[in-house]
């Protein structure tokens, strides 16, 4: 079964950088639209970025101009990076192979752990 591997994350000051990374057996990754998602505690999961498989990105209003989204489809590996980040940045980040439908993307397939990101005030 194909799964989903993020890594990258950890605890941060306001203000400072991480750049996650998210990688799959076989090339889903590669042959996919893929997206990031974060959930904080007590919140719905949230869509944070989207990038097509010809490198196309979309992001969420709450990050745009502070986070890039980008894909190595030679190393199957998607990556967010991610810069000004604030406390309300705070939540695990999942990635995810997603579909798009009509203006939105639907995620499909398992979820992976996920990688935790704190930010500090």
């Known amino acids: 079964q194909e799964q989903l591997l993020e890594s990258g994350g950890g605890l941060v000051q306001a203000g400072g950088s991480l750049r996650l990374s998210c990688t799959a057996s076989?090339?889903?990754?590669?042959?996919?639209?893929m997206a990031w998602y974060r959930q904080a505690p007590g919140k719905q999961r949230e869509l944070v970025a989207a990038?097509?498989?010809?490198?196309?990105?979309d992001y969420a209003d709450s990050v745009k101009g502070r986070f890039t989204c980008s894909r190595d489809n030679a190393k199957n590996t998607v990556y967010l990076q991610m810069n000004s980040l604030k406390p309300e940045d705070t939540a695990v980040y999942y990635c995810?192979?997603?579909?798009?439908?009509?203006?939105?993307?639907?995620?499909?397939?398992?979820w992976g752990q996920g990688t935790q990101v704190t930010v500090s005030s």
């Open positions: 076989g090339n889903i990754i590669s042959t996919n639209t």
């Open positions: 990038i097509t498989t010809g490198g196309g990105t």
């Open positions: 995810m192979r997603v579909y798009s439908y009509y203006s939105d993307y639907v995620p499909w397939g398992s």
